[in-house]
């Protein structure tokens, strides 16, 4: 502040009493300039700061060395002051001689940890065999708002202009009836969304960082409604409900996935970015998303949704070429439920950073997950580690070694991926490649069922990734190395082999509800026969076994029960006793009472079908028929002129 704004708040009497009382009470140093008591009005501003300063030079004075400024006497305090200060000075620049090595943020750490105090420092431990994340772990998962908006990612590759426009252009087509809805980060709410308000949905804090949500009973009697419409097999049920609840998580997810099957891509989107707005209006004041530490346990039926909507809004989200944003969605699932992953982000969280280009974060996250997770035992890390490597190398312009040789026992440990990867890519090989036993067909089909399964699921996601023509150079070199390996007689090869058989001989739940999410084909079609047919519903995917049910369904009369249904009503017209679905007694069946009569039952609707069958509907008399009959009718009264008698 200047002397002239100093003179017009206190006045320039006041300004010298007070500078004069501070200067005596603080005991500081008085300069002179040509032997005249000079006062520096930035004195007072600098007063306390320059205590906090330390000194550069240990037994240099702060006055300059010039013949114009001497220093007139010092006070006692200011001496002791500046003896502190310098043998702290002293023993921090001791300190700095020895550890000359370190670079300046750890040299400051160090200095703070000194003065303060040692902190503890969080180390990851490769033998620990705890299932719990270690605070590195964590720290790769955390999430930056910013990144959770498609819109910031398409303005950095379309540019802004682009962007902008295209949201002008929407908010005119959807002028109407429009609300203003409150701003959150996992989704843009829009204007023409219905109000919200209180629908039954809460989270509570169990402590330790884990939360759940939770529904009241005006929420748990619609989630009733619900089931009754999907088991109706109606669409326009489910619509219903929705009309009434816009803000009904499981309609919304379902409602999505059929609009999806439809092919309105955008209205599956705008569904599934409500039901997340939905669930982040209800967030807990102590739940966040960006620090990694907070957990849900998949287990209740009340967090899936979020997880589930959340695994859909990664999938409309990367089809827009937003992969950036889509890994940060990645890193906030996996952050939920890390030991235990329930939706397997971990096979697709590779793709979306190869194709955001954050090599780094995925070298990254395999050198420290690795001892945790055994991520080496998974294809697509297997594989998708040595090509971030390669990449990584050609920015840097450094040597490919690394990524040569963790590549080639990549192929040596999955040899069933070349073939179906090459073919993705509408690569065919040459003939020493595909007739070598190592890569035929015959080592294809000796896969376990299990890694067959994340194979197909690899291929089909990340053959983009390898699709370029350097990459497919540099992938056909480490072919042909390993080709020389094995038949050189490379011992890893029959040992990666033993270790599949044993490795991979079940699939877990999670991967198969992974596969049916992703609804990759080729991985869809490698599912064993008992999992494809099982009915699974879009809202809950193959729950757990282990689920846990805070309030259960009531019971319903079943449909034959119901009576619903003309063949249904006239079979129990004729026997009200009857019961399609009614337990027998093997007693009574083996005597032939009950059986008897299910046998006759079973003929009479059998009976009823052949009669159904053959009712042929009579196509109803027009009037030109009975006109053209009625004229045939008189003509053949009426006898020709030259016809007789007989």
């Known amino acids: 502040m200047s002397s002239r704004a100093l003179r017009k708040l206190h006045g320039n009497d006041d300004l010298v009493t007070m500078v004069t009382e501070e200067h005596e009470e603080d005991k500081e140093d008085d300069y002179v300039q040509d032997g005249k008591n000079v006062f520096n009005p930035f004195d007072v501003l600098n007063e306390d700061a320059g205590d906090d300063i330390l000194e550069d030079k240990g037994d240099e004075p702060d006055v300059p060395e010039t013949d114009t400024v001497v220093v007139k006497h010092k006070s006692e305090t200011a001496k002791k002051r500046k003896k502190k200060k310098k043998k702290s000075n002293k023993a921090l620049l001791g300190s700095n001689k020895e550890n000359c090595d370190e670079d ?191 957990r849900l346990d998949y287990r209740r039926p009340e967090n899936r949704a979020f997880f589930l909507a959340l695994f859909r809004h990664i999938l409309f989200v990367g089809q827009k070429g937003c992969y950036k944003t889509s890994l940060e969605f990645c890193k906030l699932i996996l952050s939920l439920d890390p030991d235990n992953d329930p939706l397997a982000i971990l096979l697709m969280v590779d793709f979306y950073a190869l194709r955001c280009e954050q090599f780094s974060f995925l070298i990254r996250m395999y050198h420290e997950w690795e001892a945790h997770k055994n991520l080496s035992q998974l294809p697509n890390f297997a594989m998708s580690i040595p090509l971030a490597m390669y990449h990584e190398a050609m920015q840097q312009k450094s040597s490919l070694e690394h990524a040569d040789k963790m590549l080639q026992n990549s192929l ?172 027998v007694d093997e007693d009574l069946g083996a005597a032939g009472g009950v059986e008897g009569l299910r046998e006759g039952v079973g003929a009479l609707m059998e009976a009823m079908r052949d009669l159904l069958n053959n009712i042929r509907p009579v196509d109803p008399p027009r009037e030109d028929e009975h006109a053209q009959d009625r004229d045939a009718e008189g003509e053949a009264d009426q006898l020709p002129e030259d016809q007789e008698w007989d």
């Not at 270690?134 to 998962?141: F, Y």
């Not at 067959?452 to 990734?465: D, F, I, N, T």
């Not at 999670?510 to 008992?530: F, G, Q």
């Not at 047919?533 to 846990?548: A, E, F, G, K, Q």
Request: charged share 25%; with cysteine; net charge neutral.
């Open 104 to 294: 300046e943020i750890d040299a400051s750490l160090r200095e703070v940890n000194e003065l303060l105090g040692e902190t503890p420092v969080y180390k990851t431990d490769p033998d620990n065999t705890d299932k719990e994340a270690t605070w590195q772990m964590r720290a790769l998962l955390n999430v930056e708002h910013k990144h959770l908006n498609p819109e910031n990612e398409m303005k950095r590759i379309f540019g802004s202009q682009v962007v902008q426009a295209e949201q002008s252009r929407r908010r005119d087509r959807g002028r109407g009836r429009q609300v203003r809805h409150r701003a959150t980060w996992l989704t843009k709410p829009k204007d023409s969304w219905p109000p919200i308000g209180k629908f039954g949905i809460s989270m509570s804090n169990e402590g330790n960082g884990r939360f759940n949500f939770e529904h009241s009973k005006e929420y748990q009697r619609v989630e009733f409604l619900f089931y009754d419409a999907v088991e109706s097999f109606n669409p326009q049920n489910i619509m219903n409900i929705l009309n009434g609840h816009p803000y009904h998580i499981d309609c919304l997810i379902q409602l999505s996935e059929i609009c999806r099957m439809g092919e309105d891509v955008q209205m599956a989107t705008e569904l599934i970015e409500r039901a997340l707005y939905c669930f982040e209006l209800n967030f807990h004041p102590l739940f966040s998303m960006t620090s990694g530490n907070c």
């Open 412 to 583: 040596l440990a999955f040899p069933g991926l070349l073939m179906p990867l090459l073919e993705k890519c509408s690569i065919t090989p040459d003939k020493e490649v595909s007739s070598h036993m190592f890569f035929g067909t015959e080592t294809q089909l000796s896969q376990p069922d299990a890694l067959k399964q994340l194979v197909a699921l690899y291929a089909g996601r990340c053959w983009h990734c390898w699709k370029a023509a350097d990459v497919m150079t540099w992938l056909e070199c480490n072919v042909r190395q390993v080709i020389t390996r094995v038949s050189q007689g490379e011992p890893l090869a029959e040992e990666y082999r033993n270790k599949a058989k044993v490795r991979y001989k079940g699939t877990p739940r999670n991967v198969y509800r992974h596969i049916i999410l992703s609804e990759i084909k080729d991985a869809t079609a490698s599912m064993p026969p008992e999992m494809a047919n099982t009915p699974v519903m879009s809202y809950d995917p193959l729950p757990p076994l282990d689920s846990i049910t805070s309030y259960t369904r009531p019971s319903r009369p079943t449909r034959a029960q119901q009576g619903t249904g003309i063949l249904s009503s006239f079979l129990q017209s004729l026997l009200p006793n009857y019961n399609p679905q009614e337990q």
